[in-house]
């Protein structure tokens, strides 16, 4: 009988690891929720309508079905049986495994504020950057058709809350939408009406990088007309608006990118978490007292030789997986500890500009977005996405257009309050 392993989550850890295991011998099934991998790193260009959806998607079936020993299921796993080693999913199946790994990734984390999620929109899959792309258009919309400048502010006004990369790259994002160049589409808007807030309870935004980066990212962002308020944690987000308490910002475009926690299932293994949720791992990233659980990718608390917590990044979630593979297949003795080789971090900010620190070598400009293009091109999965969003990018740098701006949802016709009161 071959062993059965079995793989929750089809994301950068997941489904690294099937594709490594395929033809290893094993029997794979791959669990997911969702029928897609999905490139999170260019999920906000779809949300800015740089790119559409299936750019940064891609199935996982058609990338897995070719594997003969690779089973894909949709479905939602629902808890785990450690001690008869057993996973239930949420339609009632119940599969057995030899080997288990978790990768079940994250969710937003609103710190215990669940009812602001209502109100500030995050980015997490295709479904929620496609809700984000339609309130920036519809906020156009809506402005474009109200006379009254008190009015219409709130429309043109974006707050994004988070300042770590996602937030400062969404903000770069909108900031070329709203300042630049769709603005020529909405005659009667002056780009100087629109304001873009990057809200940091920080002392600095992205906090992670040298403070010389830091610095150097709010300098790009403030020339591209962002407004980058750092240190000023947000006390309440009610319907159109976000308050510091001593002062607010009156809007219904509210994005928020503070942080992640770990997921339900995550909490379901009643094992020793951090105060995020993430679940720690013996250094070869198996369940304490439970050698054939393994956990990867943002759902692990893993830390390095120094104590410090691996940062929830793709590349660690891909190490971890190519770790687990050596281990599977027989290459690398079980109990060996897992080491995080950083390669280093980039952020992109607007249309080409990033900065970047590798390894200790840190730069910003044009040069940084080059090479951050290349590396995000070089990690999307398949040939015909890495030649689409190539295309796409080309496109864009040279006409400055965006492509992809539907309004598709009717929601706006129901919610049309403001442009009629004016009439
Ligand atoms: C907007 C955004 C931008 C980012 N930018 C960068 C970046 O520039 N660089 C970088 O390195 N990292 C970036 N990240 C982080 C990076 O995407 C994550 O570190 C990485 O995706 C983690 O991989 P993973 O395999 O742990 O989880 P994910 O890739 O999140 O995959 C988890 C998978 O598990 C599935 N799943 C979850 N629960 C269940 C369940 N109960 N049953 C079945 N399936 C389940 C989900 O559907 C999902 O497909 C970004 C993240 C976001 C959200």
């Known amino acids: 009988m071959k062993e059965h392993v079995i793989i929750v989550g089809g994301g950068f850890g997941g489904l690294t690891l099937a594709r490594r295991l395929a033809h290893s011998g094993l029997k794979i099934t791959l669990i997911d929720k969702s029928n897609h991998h999905l490139f999170q790193p260019l999920l906000y260009q779809v949300a800015s309508a740089a790119l559409s959806p299936g750019d940064v998607a891609e199935p996982i079936r058609s990338v897995l079905g070719r594997y003969r020993n690779v089973d894909v299921l949709l479905a939602e796993v629902t808890k785990v049986d450690k001690e008869h080693k057993k996973v239930y999913l949420k339609n009632g199946r119940e599969l057995s495994f030899d080997k288990l790994i978790l990768a079940p990734g994250t969710v937003y984390n609103y710190f215990g504020n669940e009812e602001w999620k209502q109100y500030a929109y995050s980015l997490k899959s295709i479904a929620d950057a496609i809700q984000i792309r339609e309130r920036i258009f519809l906020s156009l919309e809506k402005a474009e058709q109200i006379n009254e400048p008190a009015l219409r502010e709130p429309w043109l006004t974006f707050v994004i809350v988070g300042g770590g990369p996602t937030g400062v790259e969404m903000a770069g994002a909108i900031a070329e939408i709203a300042k630049r160049n769709m603005m020529r589409d909405y005659k009667r808007i002056s780009k100087n009406e629109t304001r873009i807030f990057l809200v940091e309870a920080e002392s600095r935004i992205l906090s992670q990088y040298p403070e010389h980066l830091s610095e150097k990212a709010r300098e790009i962002l403030e020339d591209m007309g962002v407004s980058v308020l750092a240190g000023t944690p947000v006390k309440n987000i009610v319907k159109d608006r ?25 909490d379901s293994l009643e094992v020793e978490q951090d105060s995020s949720g993430r679940v720690y791992t013996e250094p070869d990233l198996s369940l304490p007292g439970h050698p054939d659980i393994f956990v990867i990718g943002d759902a692990a608390l893993v830390r390095d030789e120094e ?25 690398k003795e079980k109990g060996s500890r897992f080491t995080y080789l950083d390669k280093g971090n980039m952020a992109t900010i607007g249309r080409a500009k990033a900065v970047a620190d ?13 090479l951050w293009s290349f590396i995000h091109i070089l990690f999307l999965i398949g040939f015909r996405n890495r030649f689409r969003v190539f295309m796409e990018w080309i496109w864009h740098y040279f006409t400055f257009k965006r492509g992809v701006r539907l309004i598709t949802g009717k929601n706006y016709l129901k919610e049309d309050t403001l442009v009629h009161a004016e009439k």
């Open 242 to 266: 976000v308050d510091f308490g001593k002062s607010s910002i009156h809007t219904p475009n509210i994005i928020w990118a503070a942080g992640v926690k770990g997921v339900s299932l995550a």
């Open 307 to 331: 104590g410090n917590a691996l940062p929830a990044l793709a590349p660690v979630a891909i190490q971890q997986a190519e770790f687990l593979v050596k281990y599977l297949t027989g290459k």
């Open 358 to 370: 590798i390894r200790g070598l840190t730069f910003s400009g044009f040069f940084a977005w080059l």
